[in-house]
């Protein structure tokens, strides 16, 4: 099973895939947290990942790729990939190669506001990648992870300076998936405002029959 999630900056693809794992309904795959892995490993495309970073440039598509390819091995659950058409038509590439295909585009949406809301108070844990919110889901104890005791931190692409900037990228690259999509496979729009999304989309991976293991 294959599912993409789309949406703004602060949409919440994040949390929707971290609980969908957790409920073990497919492996969430981050290309956030893919880009952290290799840094942090001192890789040879960690370290012009870093390189990039510092220097205010975004992957190639074919780094992301790569790294993208790498994990696609049973369910899951792309989070943050693709991020453009060119990165779409990559994906379908490598999916038909192996006998794969999407099965299920989710789009997250929410009014600016609640998008700005959720990015500036949002922090993350340096080590397990848990998404927490200082206004909405605080963590038990401040600063520190729930799930494994790390450090939580607020990252410097989540800052409010930052945040016009992000859904603009976001609306001129991002946002045209979503006519591609609509006509090459099934899609679900959640306002990720509701209190029930999570089983919301549940509910509706099983009227498809889309289940663990297909």
Avoid: W
């Avoid at 990942?49 to 994990?71: F, H, Q």
């Avoid at 005791?149 to 991002?174: M, N, P, S």
């Amino acid at each position: 099973m294959i599912l993409v999630l789309l949406g703004a900056p602060g949409s919440g693809k994040g949390t929707l895939a971290q609980a969908l794992q957790t409920q073990k309904v497919a492996r969430q795959i981050s290309t956030g947290d893919l880009f952290r892995r290799e840094i942090a490993a001192g890789t040879p495309l960690g370290k012009k990942i870093k390189e990039d970073l510092d220097a205010g440039k975004l992957m190639s598509d074919e780094e992301t790729l790569a790294l993208v390819a790498k994990e696609i091995n049973d369910d899951v659950i792309l989070d943050g990939y693709p991020r453009n058409l060119k990165q779409a038509g990559d994906l379908e590439d490598l999916l038909a190669k192996r006998n794969k295909k999407i099965d299920l585009v989710i789009n997250l949406f929410a009014d600016e506001p609640t998008i700005v809301d959720r990015i500036i108070n949002r922090v993350i844990c340096s080590k397990c990648h848990a998404i927490f919110n200082t206004k909405y889901s605080p963590p038990r104890k401040t600063g520190t992870c729930d799930v494994c005791g790390g450090e939580l931190v607020h990252r410097k692409e989540d800052e409010a300076t930052t945040i016009a900037r992000r859904i603009a990228i976001y609306e001129e690259k991002t946002k045209p998936l979503l006519k591609h999509y609509k006509q090459l496979c099934p899609m679900l729009e959640v306002d990720s405002r509701r209190e029930n999304a999570i089983e919301y989309v549940k509910l509706h991976l099983a009227k498809l029959n889309l289940k663990s293991g297909q």
